[in-house]
């Protein structure tokens, strides 16, 4: 079984969480038998690599090309992998390589089936940006969306996906890792936020949520800030800059910059809790990696993170400056035998529920299944995952306001 992957960024590039995520699914599926081929970009990586030309690697057949998709030879490789694939599994509506492998495979190989990860894409706040260029092609899709299964990661991005292709089926599964070795260091007083420095993260609420805990206020908590901007957001990141200088928080907020490998394991291992308030998530790769390493997470309710209750690993809560504040105070406040048992928690959510090399054989299903080689009846994977069955949550303290 052969599953083709058009990407417009891949492992080593880090300029986002799918550049690794993908990696680890590709490469457990070449240690189960799948072949996956992947062309993708140099974009992103800065270690030397041999370019243009096909490699074998540990998760499959990759070629890096030095060209986008406006190369006549980038083109015609894409539509040779397209062709001899028996699966196509293409990776965000907007890309480049996605556009070309969709309408290259509609024209010409219109029976072949695509799954199709929409990463967040389709969610109401993500449209707002570069809306003009996304209608057209979210139009055409809809003309043309046949012999297409979604994937989505969280019941939000499921429900977002219906709205827009009612007729389709939907998978949802989390995102799967490869989980780093876990660091035995110091645990500090600060809090930490990774990820892009961009508007849908609601740092800025964040940061008046600090502003707003008196506790994070009179203690030697810091606020670690690891990740950088795009240009076009630079605005943001200076209006960041003056909300900090505006609330005093000066010496209490601390831009760290891009972070990857051990320094960015470094940073989770020896933090006191992870805090993503962002507006919307359709996952939120960084939660995972946080609580690998034995870190708490409080995220907000724009995220599929309601798990992080049922297991006592952290705090799911409104991303309204006040209740960040209460959110915080909590945590901090907490004695040392509940702080380190929600420690223990964190690392058990992850050995339970998102270890790529125990979890990927529900991908292969899928895959067989889309290829009619399953011949169950009604099979799983088109159920929602327990893991992020809608339920009402109970709060782990009787003691908890917000």
């Known amino acids: 079984m052969k599953i083709f992957f058009p990407l417009g960024a891949f492992y080593p590039s880090q300029i986002g969480g799918p550049c690794n995520t993908l990696y680890w699914h590709c490469s457990s599926l070449k240690n189960n038998n799948v072949q996956p081929s992947i062309i993708t970009t140099t974009v992103g990586i800065k270690d030397k690599i041999s370019a243009n030309e096909w490699l074998e690697l540990n998760c499959g057949k ?25 699966l196509l599994h293409l990776n965000s509506l907007f890309s480049p390589f996605s556009i070309y492998s969709f309408l290259y495979r509609s024209l010409f190989q219109q029976n072949k089936k695509i799954i199709w990860s929409v990463r967040g894409e389709l969610n109401e706040n993500a449209l707002k940006f570069s809306s003009w260029k996304k209608k057209p092609l979210l139009i055409l899709y809809k003309l043309l969306n046949k012999n297409i299964v979604y994937h989505s990661t969280s019941p939000q991005e499921t429900e977002g996906i219906q709205k827009l292709f009612p007729e389709n089926k939907i998978v949802e599964m989390p995102n799967l890792i490869a989980p780093a070795e876990r660091l035995d260091l110091a645990i500090t007083q600060n809090l930490l936020y990774v990820g892009r420095i961009h508007p849908i993260k ?18 030697a908590s810091k606020l670690l800030i690891v990740g950088k901007q795009e240009d076009r957001h630079n605005s943001y990141k200076e209006e960041l800059v003056s909300l900090v200088n505006k609330l005093n928080l000066k010496d209490k907020v601390i831009f760290k910059g891009h972070l990857e490998g051990v320094e960015k394991e470094e940073a989770y291992a020896s933090s006191y809790a992870l805090i993503l308030a962002s507006e919307t998530e359709n996952f939120g790769n960084v939660v995972v990696e946080a609580l690998n390493q034995g870190t708490p ?17 952290g705090l799911h809560v409104s991303n309204d400056p ?12 907490l004695d040392q035998e509940k702080y380190q048992q929600m420690r223990i928690n964190s690392c058990k959510l992850v050995d339970e529920n998102f270890k790529v090399d125990s979890q990927i054989y529900k991908w292969i299903d899928i895959y067989k299944s889309l290829l009619n080689e399953n011949s169950k009846q009604n099979p799983p994977h088109y159920r929602r995952h327990r893991f992020f069955r809608k339920r009402r949550l109970k709060s782990f303290s009787k003691h908890r306001t917000f």
């Open 62 to 86: 990759v070629f890096y090309g030095t060209e986008g998709i406006t190369s006549l030879k980038t083109r015609r490789r894409l539509s040779n992998e397209i062709s001899t694939a028996d």
């Open 202 to 219: 609601s740092l800025h609420k964040l940061i008046q949520g600090l502003a707003l805990s008196e506790v994070f206020m009179k203690s």
């Open 297 to 313: 997470v409080i995220a907000s309710k724009g995220t599929p993170w309601q798990i992080l209750e049922k297991y006592n690993a």
């Open 322 to 333: 006040e209740i960040l504040s209460k959110a915080i105070d909590y945590l901090l406040l």
